[in-house]
């Protein structure tokens, strides 16, 4: 999409889509909101998302209910009015068409897998302290220059592309200096979602946002004040994941701290290009209520 304008209105709906897509999204609202007709943007959206809005904003809706009930005590039906559905029986229908189990079914394997992760991974060490460490935060307002990659978390090559497209560009923009923070949007749960739809967003913080106007698809977003469960996770960024499976096997009995729908950050607090892989440290921001 060369255009700019329709660019810029593709990056509006999405943004809308992605913060709405729990409400009635309906044809008005969407014309409203990009300026175009439904038929259009459906195509141009088609086009770059690989599905469609209906597509796109039901796919999100359950694997929201998935997170609700992978992560949370609430209840099916209560799961299912907050993501939109109507009633009950249309959910669960709609839910194990995707996911191949009732959402039941699902919560239940999710137990027995956070069972399981418990047995394999020892929550206290040799004094019987408590491995799983964190600590509450709140992180102010910023402003934020992201580019985002869609793909499995798994493939670190791209990821780093990915990367280096968006510093690149901030070089180009001189924005980029050795005291810019550096962080990243997990917005998906790969065990959630397809890893084609998992999305990662590098970014870099920024001091003053309007001396930029994001080309392209890079974006800049407004982070609002927000409370946090901070973990830190020591070592190479491939290893994430191991601090992930740890917090979440233990999300609910040694944490017990309610979900925010919002994404996960990553801040990386040293350069790995001249810092040894085991001496790096990334604090990892989990929103919560």
């Known amino acids: 999409m060369q255009n700019g304008t329709q660019l810029e209105r593709y990056k509006k709906l999405l943004n809308y889509l992605d913060e709405q897509f729990k409400e009635d999204i309906n044809i008005e609202k969407v014309e409203a909101v990009c300026h175009y007709s439904y038929r259009n943007i459906n195509r141009i959206f088609q086009a770059l998302q690989h599905e469609t809005i209906g597509k796109y904003v039901k796919r999100l809706r359950l694997e929201k209910a998935a997170q609700y009930l ?10 299912a009015f907050d993501i939109g559905f109507e009633d ?3 959910f669960s229908k709609a839910f194990k068409n995707k996911y191949n189990c009732s959402p039941s079914a699902f919560r239940n394997s999710g137990n027995s897998i956070r069972n399981i992760n418990q047995q394999i991974i020892s929550p206290t060490s040799e004094d019987g302290q408590p491995k799983l460490s964190f600590t509450i935060e709140y992180l102010p307002d910023f402003a934020y ?3 985002e990659y869609r793909g499995a978390y798994e493939d670190i090559s791209a990821i780093h592309q990915t990367w280096e497209q968006l510093l690149a560009y901030a070089i180009n923009k001189e924005i980029l200096t050795d005291d810019t923070p550096v962080m990243a ?11 084609v739809h998992c999305r990662f967003a590098p970014a870099i913080i920024l001091q003053n946002p309007d001396v930029i106007t994001p080309e392209g698809l890079f974006n800049i977003k407004e982070h609002k004040r927000q409370k946090y469960a901070k973990f830190i996770h020591p070592g190479s960024h491939a290893s994430c994941m191991d601090t992930y499976n740890k917090i979440y096997a ?15 950050l990553e801040f990386y607090l040293n350069d790995e290009s001249d810092t040894p892989a085991e001496e790096l440290l990334t604090e990892i921001y989990i929103p919560v209520q």
């Open 88 to 90: 009950v029986a249309a």
């Open 250 to 264: 233990y999300w609910m009995t040694e944490v017990g701290l309610e979900l925010e729908d919002l994404p996960t």
């Open 185 to 195: 949007e997990i917005l998906d749960d790969n065990e959630i979602s397809e890893s």
């Open 145 to 147: 220059l992201s580019l």
């Open 70 to 79: 992978k992560y949370s005590d609430t209840s099916i039906s209560d799961i």
